[in-house]
């Protein structure tokens, strides 16, 4: 059975689901840094802040037959513009839907002339490895920082003559 999936601009209607998919996202995090305070309690209402902050029109969503199953964000100015979030509810994952809301802000960068970046967290292989293939290959920045919390890491790469972990 072909799915239809349709990427809209969101809607105030979109709200609570998107709520909801950000702690879906928050959840993941924790997972994967088995860090059960990452987040805070609602982590939902960071997307209230992160709504208010891009406005509805740098966010879309995903629907199959009307159902919201994913999200992506656009944090953009004229020159620089990052995807922050890009979420798919895990029972709809591995289908296309983050590729073609990926693919909307792509279309949506290129529109303004900004370049498109993404900061996946260093654990989530999964999203790195999306993110290699949808045609991000040159890397900008490094984000490195000193855990005062002493939660575990795991070695990750080398990058140049450095050992990381992530």
């Known amino acids: 059975m072909k799915q239809n999936i349709r990427i809209r601009n969101y809607q105030r209607s979109d709200r609570e689901v998107c709520r909801s998919l950000w702690r879906e996202l928050t959840e993941w995090h924790r997972e994967i840094y088995r860090d059960p305070t990452i987040g805070g309690d609602k982590p939902e209402e960071q997307f209230d802040k992160h709504l208010a902050k891009l406005g509805p029109s740098r966010i879309w969503v995903a629907t199959i037959n009307s159902e919201v199953v994913g999200l992506i964000g656009l944090d953009a100015s004229s020159y620089e513009s990052e995807i922050e ?82």
């Open 85 to 166: 979030p890009l979420i798919v509810t895990k029972a709809y994952r591995n289908r296309g839907i983050g590729t073609k809301l990926v693919e909307k802000a792509i279309l949506e960068a290129r529109k303004i002339g900004a370049s498109l970046n993404v900061a996946p967290v260093a654990r989530n292989m999964k999203a790195i490895r999306f993110f290699h293939k949808a045609g991000f290959k040159n890397l900008g920045r490094i984000e490195m920082f000193i855990d005062f919390r002493n939660r575990k890491w795991k070695p990750a790469a080398d990058l140049l003559e450095f050992k990381l972990n992530c």
